[in-house]
């Protein structure tokens, strides 16, 4: 964990930096997500990073906890928040390993390009349908990258090695899903834009 914090700590600036990958893909997984909030709702984000996403939908919950192993990316997403004057989104340096919530505790959960990036993600997907209420979506974009460039399983690793790249996990989309319903959600909304482009699902706790 310490070594992943280091990583993004050292990248924070950068990835703060960079636009959006997919734009138009982001602004379509903005719209299904707002589908299923409400001013009602209490929120978890995971790996918010540098707060973009909590900070758009904040407007439209009761309150966002958001949370991040890397202090760096989230002095960025609480200037940002105090900027923009929002007042509904805490921020808190935790992995989602070593979160204590309690159960049933979250309306919505919200884990973006993350779960590819965890050691254990059957473990976390598990904790996540423990802390939502009945009802509860778990809204999810990952790269899939099982069966994508078998090249990049060499790449990855080694740049990993040298501090260059993060832990990277790979499994395919449909992985994902049979680990979701396995846990107990019910695949409510699925959509790739394109082949290789992160699959966004929002999982419904049944
Ligand atoms: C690729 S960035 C994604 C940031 C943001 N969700 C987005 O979509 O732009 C991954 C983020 O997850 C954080 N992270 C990595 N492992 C984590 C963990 N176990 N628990 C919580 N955050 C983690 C990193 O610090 C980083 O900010």
């Known amino acids: 964990m310490a070594q992943q914090s280091r990583f993004w700590n050292r990248h924070a600036k950068g ?22 909030l409400n001013l009602d709702m209490e929120v978890l984000e995971f790996g918010c990073g540098t707060g973009t996403t ?10 966002i906890r958001a949370i991040d192993i890397s202090a760096k990316m989230l002095e960025i997403a609480r200037a940002k928040v105090e900027s923009a004057g929002i007042g ?14 309690p159960d049933a505790a979250y309306d919505a959960v919200m884990g973006h390009s993350i779960l590819h990036l965890l050691d ?6 598990a904790e996540v349908y423990r802390m939502l209420k ?17 090249v990049l399983r060499v790449i990855l690793p080694i740049g990993r090695f040298f501090g260059l790249l993060p832990l990277v996990k790979f499994f395919t989309a449909a992985e994902l899903e049979r680990n979701l319903t ?12 394109e082949k290789d482009k992160a699959v966004f699902i929002v999982a419904k706790k049944v």
């Open 120 to 125: 254990d993600k059957e473990a976390v997907i």
């Open 88 to 101: 509904n989104v805490t921020f808190e340096q935790s992995g989602i390993d070593d979160l204590n919530a």
């Open 182 to 193: 396995d846990a107990g959600f019910q695949i409510d909304h699925r959509w790739q834009p």
């Open 15 to 36: 990835y703060a930096k960079r636009p959006v990958a997919d734009e138009a893909s982001y602004q379509n997984k903005l719209a299904v997500t707002r589908g299923y």
């Open 54 to 63: 909590a900070l758009t939908l904040a407007p439209l919950v009761r309150h």
């Open 134 to 150: 009945p009802g509860g979506v778990f809204v999810s974009s990952t790269a899939c990258l099982g069966g994508t460039m078998p």
